[in-house]
């Protein structure tokens, strides 16, 4: 080892001459992606309260109506990205 890092000891040692770089050091990284898909449910708890009110009006009646409207969506099944279309029923 010596013989090839510092010359043969037999031969003339000032004409060799050795110089050693510095070693070069190569790094390689690899880099591998993950999704983590947290989905955060809500349970919502809707309470309907009726409350009997009896109001006494002389000679006056009074009457109300209650309407109700849903729409309905199909969002598929991508949670990440929705496409949702409105159903008609």
Known sequence: MDDFFFGSRKANHCQDK????PTRNIV??????STIRRIHPTH???VNKHIK??????PVTQSCENE???E????GSDL????C???NR
């Open 18 to 21: 050795t110089i050693v770089s």
């Open 28 to 33: 390689n990284t690899t880099i591998s992606e």
């Open 44 to 46: 919502i708890k809707n």
């Open 53 to 58: 009110r009896i109001e006494n009006y002389y």
């Open 68 to 70: 109700c409207y849903v």
């Open 72 to 75: 309905e969506y199909d969002c």
């Open 80 to 83: 990440k990205n929705p496409c």
């Open 85 to 87: 279309r409105r159903v």
